[in-house]
């Protein structure tokens, strides 16, 4: 593994700016113009094999070359849906803590009212952006925000200045038309700087976000004070919608089948080196055919649901690729930290299938073969295709699996961190607390203004990517994790996990038992140790026992299926 370095005078400047800034106010420190900006870009329910230089076909070159002059992450875990991934990323804060033990869609009565699970970022947390922005940052955001809908808890409350964002989970990508998720609505909602904005037709959010993005760069290009802006973009959300050009790049591609897509991007992992020569095939998810068992005119209309994935994520990196092109016509990208990650695994829901057929149709008319994609299309691709994104990982969104937590994850900065790449145990709360060393900030304890906080329960990883320890996480230390019922519980190259009884009815095995595995060796969960090692499993469960008391987990219960909710509407 190659490591992470940071050169001794930057290393000096650095942490002289930070002791400078405790005594000094930002505009009076010297740190305040020698921290390097911030770039944080998430993508939304990718796959770990979406990005070229994860193993995709997609063709991703803008990420692909952050890849090749920054440190990739192949072990990098987040939740396994989007807000409490988002809450996690921005407060270093477990999720049954900040507001996000479920997600506000799919609360159940337990839950309701009950501290940790109000559904949206509570005020028990302080998230990074605001910090930053006390010590002299500039802050912005652009895209999904997904973390509180009522005024004093949208993104411009929540610590940054600049802001357009979409506020709800998930929409149409082409105009206020909302998806549909949990509640079959009417309508978006969009902010720039706090107020209600109505949002122009006919763009796509990767143009508009990436537009927004850049003005917002451009009007204080000329500060001598650093950055950090979050891009938070709604691909590959469904609806996956892209320009027909992008989508016209796929459409033979994928019709080789989800059997022979999968297995080329295992080969090509293989090939990258971050799989063995010999790692095993895992089984098709349950209820997956054999691609040629389906009859051609099936074969036709799933080849172009997953053409309108790819060609959504070429669209993607084409307009992070302007962010970046800005950021060096600007003398700003070289003293840039980038970076990329996903908040979960791939989505296998497919909302317009099982119970709001007549909505969709109504409000998303293309439904032609040749127009799947296209704006006014709502496309989604189910487990078949999902299992290709998450490639040799098991299950997808909302498991706790690896397939659902394991996302790829890109940091670039060559002056401090050499390129390669690493598979180095992270959770994103990690980040968190190594995005305020970086910049210099320490996070507040246990008070902020007046109000008692909960404290980060991250680990920075700058001693790992500066080289001053060969592992970012000691053997003994762990991490407990859980939401939708599907709970897991990590410590050295062991994982425990339990997957929510409600899976039983999608085939999933062993759902609703405790199973055991060592991640190093088996990183597609394919040999459950839990008979071979039952004393290590169990104390592994006990640890998790130990975490769901302090955080105050409360089970949603063995009726809960947010299949349903996704598919029907409350």
């Not at 925000?145 to 993104?155: I, K, N, S, T, V």
């Not at 149409?172 to 209600?196: M, Q, R, V």
């Not at 140790?529 to 039952?534: D, F, I, K």
């Amino acid at each position: 593994m190659k490591r992470a370095i940071i050169t001794p005078a930057l290393l000096a400047l650095l942490f002289a700016g930070c002791t400078a800034e405790k005594s000094q106010t930002p505009a009076d420190s010297a740190s305040a113009t020698s921290r390097p900006n911030i770039l944080l870009i998430i993508g939304d329910d990718m796959g770990f094999s979406d990005v070229g230089a994860f193993g995709s076909e997609v063709s991703t070159p803008n990420l692909d070359a952050l890849a090749d002059e920054g440190l990739s992450f192949t072990n990098f875990h987040v939740g396994a849906t989007c807000s409490p991934t988002r809450s996690l990323l921005l407060t270093g804060v477990d999720n049954h803590r900040n507001g996000l033990g479920n997600m506000h869609e799919f609360l159940v009565e337990a839950q309701r009212g009950q501290p940790g699970y109000e559904g949206y970022l509570n005020n028990s947390v302080v998230t990074i952006a605001t910090l930053m922005r006390d010590a002299g940052y500039r802050t912005s955001m652009v895209g999904k925000w997904h973390l509180g809908a009522d005024e004093g808890f949208r993104p411009h409350d929540r610590g940054f200045d600049q802001t357009y964002t979409l506020i709800q989970g998930a929409g149409d990508n082409y105009s206020s038309t909302t998806a549909g998720e949990g509640e079959l609505s009417e309508s978006l909602t969009f902010t720039a700087n706090g107020e209600i904005v109505e949002r122009p037709d006919g763009i796509h959010s990767n143009e508009l976000y990436a537009d927004k993005l850049i003005g917002f760069l451009d009007s204080e290009q000329n500060s001598d004070q650093p950055f950090f802006a979050y891009m938070s973009t709604q691909t590959a959300h469904w609806p996956h919608q892209a320009p027909r050009e992008f989508i016209d790049k796929y459409r033979d591609v994928y019709s080789a089948g989800w059997d022979v897509v999968r297995e080329q991007r295992i080969e090509k992992l293989k090939a990258l080196g971050i799989l063995s020569a010999d790692h095993p095939a895992s089984p098709r998810f349950p209820g997956v055919p054999a691609w040629d068992a389906l009859p051609p005119e099936v074969q036709l209309v799933q080849a172009n649901r997953m053409a309108a994935y790819g060609g959504m994520i070429d669209h993607m990196d084409v307009h992070i690729g302007r962010v970046i092109d800005h950021l060096k016509e600007t003398g700003q990208y070289d003293n840039t930290i980038i970076i990329f990650l996903t908040d979960n695994g791939p989505d296998w829901s497919q909302p317009n299938v099982g119970g709001g057929e007549e909505w969709y149709n109504d409000k998303y008319p293309k439904t032609a073969v040749e127009e799947i994609g296209l704006e006014g299309s709502f496309s989604s691709y189910g487990p078949p295709w999902a299992q290709v994104a998450a490639a040799h990982l098991s299950g997808f969104k909302t498991f706790s699996t690896e397939g659902g937590l394991r996302v790829p994850f890109i940091i670039r900065y060559p002056e401090w961190f050499e390129a390669g790449r690493t598979n180095e145990f992270v959770y994103v709360t990690d980040l968190s607390a190594t995005l305020l060393e970086i910049a210099g900030v320490e996070h507040p304890g246990t008070s902020y203004e007046g109000r008692e906080i909960f404290p980060m329960n991250a680990k920075s990883m700058l001693p790992f990517l500066r080289g001053e320890t060969s592992t970012h996480r000691g053997a003994d230390e762990w991490l407990g994790y859980e939401l939708f019922g599907n709970s897991a519980v990590f410590q050295g190259d062991y994982k425990a996990y339990r997957l929510g009884a409600w899976l039983q009815s999608a085939g999933v095995q062993n759902a609703g038992q405790w199973q055991l595995y060592n991640l190093e060796a088996d990183p597609s969960e394919l040999h459950n140790l839990a008979e071979q090692e039952p004393e290590r499993l169990a104390a592994l469960v006990a640890l998790y026992a130990e975490y769901s008391e302090s955080v105050s987990v409360i089970d949603v219960g063995a009726d809960f299926n947010p299949v349903s909710v996704i598919a029907g509407g409350k």
